[in-house]
Each structure stands twice: as C-alpha cells, then as structure tokens.
C-alpha cells in the first residue's frame, strides 16, 4: 500500500522562486527519504531524514520532519530550470527492508 | 561508488511471451536489492526485494518472479505477461540496510 503521499501533485514555479512539498505517511517509519526523477530515468538520492531528526539541509535543499504530524515539507530555495522533475518522498518502515514510495510532486520551473 | 546497470533499456513484447530483465551492481559487496515497478505518472510499487542469495521477498502477488543468483545479480522473469504488466521497471540497492537508494536507469517495458 501507499504510505508516503506527496502534495502537490504538480507545481508550476518561476525560476528563482522556491518550491515547497509535502509528504505525508501513516505508520511509524525509520527514515523518510526524498528522491529526484528525470522524465524516463532512474531515482536520483537527495537526502535522507532519519526520525529522531527534525531538520535537515544540503545545498539549496531544505527538508523538516514532523513525526507528531507524520509529515514532512521539502523546500528548494532559488529554483532553476534543471530543477524540473518529479519529486518522490520514500519510508523505510519498521523493522523490515522495505521502502514505500508516494505518487510524486511534478514540479515545473518556468526559465 | 555503487553502479547499477540494467538491460534491455527497452522492450516491446506480446501478452503470453516470457519476460527476463536483468540487474547487476558494480562497486559493492552484500547489498539489499530491489525491484520496482512505475506505472506511467505514477509513483513506484515496490516488487520484490533482496537481502541475500537466494532470499527473495515478494510485496505484491502477480505473475512476477525474482531471482538473485548471484551476489550482484536480480533478475526479474515472467512466464507469461500481461498487458498490465507494461510499466517502467525501476532496479535498486541500498548499501547499508535502510539507508539510501541507488537506482539504474531502468527498463521500460510495453506488453502489446
């Protein structure tokens, strides 16, 4: 089943503007991953929160954890063009090896 | 670093024909290994995943089957397809348990 559901579905940004996504998940989870998608490629690795962590940054990435909520927000600050993909959140549940991925946030950025 | 190669990158193939995709891992040892499945605009369904030779674990009943013959080495087989089966097959490992992923570049498959 789908536990990670990333929203927006899509978002149309201008370039230098920031993106926000959100991804919400439903049972206790190990870490919650972010991941990037080219159109017809593999998943590229952003960066991983585990769940004693609040907050996380890489570069112009910025990602917060709310296990209260079981939510999480990822922001790019100053998009660019490259910058369009489809944005995944992923859960490593329990105890188990297992990932769960959510239905992706497409995100445009208008040059 | 870990490499993930994948083959064919693409494959057209009629309802009721055999299906085997092949994964292998270059530049680490013992990894978890994962198959996943992305419907076109969709997120991914995971499939099937690997901690060991020969330890398959199956999350989604279907006419799929994995294989790990190999430490490096996934291979996903159909007897038969389906046109349902059509999708872009994702392989990937983690290195260190529930850790991050690495991807290949994947397979896309149409069953017509």
């Known amino acids: 089943s789908q536990q990670g559901e990333e929203d927006p579905q899509a978002l149309s940004i201008q370039e230098g503007e920031n993106a926000t996504m959100n991804c919400s998940y439903k049972?206790?989870?190990?870490?919650l991953q972010w991941y990037r998608q080219n159109s017809g490629r593999g998943l590229v690795h952003l960066i991983l929160?585990?769940?004693?962590?609040r907050e996380k940054h890489s570069g112009r990435l910025r990602v917060t954890l709310d296990t209260s909520k079981k939510s999480s927000s990822l922001l790019i600050t100053a998009s660019r063009a490259a910058d369009t993909a489809s944005y995944f959140c992923?859960?490593?549940?329990?105890?188990?090896?297992?990932?769960?991925f959510g239905k992706g946030t497409r995100l445009l950025v208008k040059p | 670093s870990q490499t993930i190669h994948q083959w064919p990158a693409t494959l057209v193939q009629p309802v009721g024909s055999p299906l085997s995709l092949e994964c292998t891992v270059e530049?680490?040892?013992?990894?978890?290994l994962y198959w996943y499945r992305q419907a076109a605009g969709r997120g991914l369904q995971l499939l099937f995943y690997?901690?060991?030779?020969?330890?398959i674990s199956s999350e989604v009943p279907q006419n799929l089957s994995a294989s790990r013959p190999q430490d490096r080495q996934f291979i996903l087989s159909s007897k038969k397809l389906l046109l349902s089966d059509s999708g872009f097959y994702l392989c990937?490992?983690?290195?260190?348990?529930?850790?991050?992923?690495?991807f290949g570049p994947g397979t896309r498959l149409t069953v017509t």
């Open positions: 049972t206790s989870i190990n870490n």
């Open positions: 992923a859960t490593a549940e329990g105890q188990g090896f297992s990932f769960i």
């Open positions: 990937a490992c983690t290195t260190s348990g529930r850790g991050e992923q690495y």
């Open positions: 530049g680490t040892s013992n990894p978890n």
């Open positions: 690997s901690v060991g030779i020969g330890q």
């Open positions: 929160i585990r769940s004693n962590e």
